[in-house]
C-alpha cells in the first residue's frame, strides 16, 4: 500500500511554491521521492526552498514564474521538461493573499478585479493548459488544485477571492471530466483558514484568532496539506477525478464559518 504512495522519480510543479502552504506541499512531496519545479514571484524564496529539497536528496528548480502571464506559465512547464525530462504532477497554489482582505464592492477597482483573476484563476488555468499536453502524450499525470472554502461559500466583502476561488473548483470539474481519457486526473484541495506567514502580515485583523468555531477546536497547520498532495499526486489516487477534498476542521461539513456574529447562548463543550 505505501508503495502507492511513492513519488520516487515523478516530477512536480508547485505554483506559489516559495512559501505557506505551498512550501509546505513541496516539502511532503519531495519527501515522497518527487523532483519539485518550485516557481513564485519572489526570488529568494523559491531558491531557498529548492536548496532545502536538494539538502534532503531530491532535485529542485527554482523558476521564477508570474502565473497571470501565459509565456511564463508555458516557460515554467518548458524548463521543468528541460531539466528533468518529463512533468507528472502540477499544483496550481500561486493566489494573491491581498484579495481575500474584506473590501466593500464600491472600493474595488477595476485593477483589484482583474488581478486576483489574473493570478488565482487564469494562472491556474495557464499552467493546465500547458502542463496537459505532456502529461497527456505520456498517459498520466495529476493536476492539484488549491481552492479555498470561500471558493463554497460566501465571504462578507471577499469578493474577488471568493469568485476566483469557486472558479478553480470549477476549473477542476470540467479539466477532470475532459483530461481523465488521457490518464489525467484533476482534484481540489479545499482549505479552511490555516494561518501561515502571509496571512499574518497581510490579514491579521480580518481573520479568526483561534478554532474555537470548529468542531475540532483548533485551527489547522500549514503541515496538515502535505499529505493529502503527496496522496493526490501519488498513484493511490488514480481512480479519484473531480472531487473536493476539505482541509478544514470539520468547519463545513458542521456548517460553521466565522461570519463576524457571536452566538447568543455559549457552545456547549
Given at each position: 500500500m505505501l508503495e502507492q504512495l511513492s513519488l520516487d522519480g515523478r516530477v512536480a510543479i508547485v505554483t506559489g511554491g516559495?512559501?505557506?502552504?505551498?512550501?509546505?506541499?513541496?516539502r511532503h512531496l519531495a519527501?515522497?521521492?518527487?523532483?519539485v519545479?518550485?516557481?513564485?514571484?519572489?526570488?529568494?524564496?523559491?531558491?531557498?526552498?529548492?536548496?532545502?529539497?536538494?539538502?534532503?536528496?531530491?532535485?529542485?528548480?527554482?523558476?521564477?514564474?508570474?502565473?497571470?502571464?501565459?509565456?511564463?506559465?508555458?516557460?515554467?512547464v518548458q524548463a521543468a521538461i528541460d531539466h528533468f525530462g518529463?512533468?507528472?504532477?502540477l499544483v496550481n497554489n500561486a493566489a494573491l493573499v491581498s484579495d481575500s482582505v474584506p473590501t466593500p464592492i464600491w472600493d474595488l477597482t477595476d485593477e483589484d478585479?482583474?488581478?486576483?483573476?489574473?493570478?488565482?484563476?487564469?494562472?491556474?488555468?495557464?499552467?493546465?493548459?500547458a502542463a496537459s499536453r505532456p502529461?497527456?502524450?505520456?498517459?498520466?499525470?495529476?493536476?492539484?488544485?488549491?481552492?479555498?472554502?470561500?471558493?463554497?461559500?460566501?465571504?462578507?466583502?471577499?469578493?474577488t477571492y471568493c469568485c476566483t476561488k469557486g472558479g478553480i473548483i470549477q476549473l477542476t470539474r470540467v479539466l477532470s471530466f475532459s483530461l481523465a481519457r488521457y490518464g489525467i486526473s484533476a482534484n481540489s484541495i479545499v482549505p479552511g483558514f490555516i494561518p501561515t506567514e502571509g496571512t499574518d502580515t497581510e490579514m491579521r485583523e480580518s481573520l479568526p484568532r483561534s478554532g474555537a468555531y470548529l468542531p475540532t477546536g483548533k485551527l489547522g497547520v500549514p503541515r496538515d496539506?502535505?499529505?493529502?498532495?503527496?496522496?493526490?499526486?501519488s498513484p493511490a489516487s488514480d481512480y479519484m477525478t473531480g472531487e473536493i477534498f476539505t482541509l478544514d476542521g470539520g468547519g463545513l461539513a458542521a456548517g460553521l464559518a466565522p461570519t463576524g456574529y457571536a452566538p447568543e447562548i455559549a457552545l456547549e463543550p
Open positions: 516559495g512559501t505557506g502552504l505551498g512550501l509546505e506541499m513541496v519527501r515522497a521521492g518527487a523532483n519545479a518550485i516557481a513564485g514571484r519572489r526570488v529568494a524564496p523559491i531558491e531557498s526552498a529548492a536548496a532545502e529539497v536538494k539538502a534532503a536528496g531530491p532535485d529542485a528548480i527554482a523558476v521564477p514564474t508570474d502565473v497571470s502571464d501565459s509565456s511564463q506559465a508555458n516557460a515554467l518529463r512533468i507528472d504532477i478585479w482583474q488581478a486576483a483573476l489574473d493570478v488565482n484563476l487564469t494562472g491556474a488555468f495557464y499552467c493546465a493548459r502529461m497527456a502524450d505520456q498517459g498520466w499525470g495529476k493536476i492539484i488544485n488549491v481552492s479555498s472554502g470561500f471558493g463554497l461559500r460566501g465571504g462578507r466583502d471577499i469578493y496539506i502535505g499529505p493529502v498532495a503527496v496522496f493526490l499526486a
